[in-house]
């Protein structure tokens, strides 16, 4: 397992959060079961195993009418990600 996935078991584990290991997948997978719904998050470690990025699925339709803003809403927020470092995911420092 890369250490920046092996850096996140240790914070799950500190925190008593349940996840699972996916070796074959090289992934770490929590998620959260309410009312709502059943939100499932996927942590992979970057290529050159400096980053993590996590890929949450939540199991809600967006209405047709609202889909051009979501996007947009998400595209925002994805360019706004920083790493503790304070770089852009993919730059070098």
Known sequence: MKE????????????????????ENDAVRTGILDDNGDWQVMAIASDEDDAVLMRSLFPQKC?????AL????????????????????????
């Open 4 to 23: 920046a996935l092996e850096q996140v078991v240790e914070l799950f584990l500190a925190k008593d959060w349940k996840f699972e290991v996916d070796e």
């Open 63 to 67: 209405p047709v009418h609202r889909r």
């Open 70 to 93: 979501c996007a947009e809403l998400s595209a925002t927020l994805g360019r706004r990600v920083r790493t503790i470092n304070g770089t852009s995911p993919g730059k070098k420092s």
